[in-house]
T-cell receptor, first 114, second 113 residues
């Protein structure tokens, strides 16, 4: 089955700097890669996703890149703000005709230092 | 548009008991997936329901079972609770125009003593 590895497990960044979180996946058939943000006591919130026919996607301060050959994808957050502090999860799935299961990474705890 | 809701928010049970968790999917969604999230870990897929039928199952024993109702809400049932079942149980709804996107509810925190 699919295996998703995520690094780093913790990341501290000065407010205003950029943060990068990296994930690798094992199943070359995976084609959908969402990123979730989870705040304390809450469920994961979808913040951005990318499909395998796209190499990069951007939404304001958040961007995701995908390298299908190397089987890795990354989350980039620019101009970080205190409210970006949370745990971030990457995930992968083989989403074709339906909504396939998500395989998650182990999470990155991001702390923004004011 | 109503988001995904789950009940109860917290639950304490003893080993050997049975528990039922509930999830209401987001308006317009016909698929519900259940995940177990142990402390400090990523969510693990339990199973998925699509139009009232099980549509995929993860590596969980048969004492984890589920239902989906005609209004697409869903239940997760766990029998013979074990200490290791203590976790946050998340449901995610998807379908309709959201295609592959899964939207999560706030979760139910289950503690097994």
């Amino acid at each position: 089955g699919e295996n998703v590895e995520q690094h780093p497990s913790t990341l501290s960044v000065q407010e205003g700097d950029s943060a990068v979180i990296k994930c690798t996946y094992s199943d070359s058939a995976s084609n959908y890669f969402p990123w979730y943000k989870q705040e304390l006591g809450k469920g994961p919130q979808l913040i951005i996703d990318i499909r395998s026919n796209v190499g990069e996607k951007k939404d304001q301060r958040i961007a995701v890149t995908l390298n299908k050959t190397a089987k890795h994808f990354s989350l980039h957050i620019t101009e970080t703000q205190p409210e970006d502090s949370a745990v971030y999860f990457c995930a992968a799935s083989k989403a074709n005709f339906g909504n396939e299961k998500l395989t998650f990474g182990t999470g990155t705890r991001l702390t923004i230092i004011p | 548009e109503t988001g995904v809701t789950q009940s109860p928010t917290h639950l304490i049970k003893t080993r050997g008991q049975q528990v039922t968790l509930r999830c209401s999917s987001q308006s317009g969604h016909n698929t519900v997936s259940w995940y177990q999230q142990a402390l400090g870990q990523g969510p693990q897929f339990i199973f998925q329901y699509y139009r009232e039928e099980e549509n995929g199952r993860g590596n969980f024993p048969p004492r984890f079972s589920g239902l989906q109702f005609p209004n697409y809400s869903s239940e997760l049932n766990v029998n013979a609770l074990e200490l290791d079942d203590s976790a946050l149980y998340l449901c995610a709804s998807s379908g309709g125009t959201s295609y592959n996107e899964q939207f999560f509810g706030p979760g139910t925190r289950l503690t097994v003593l």
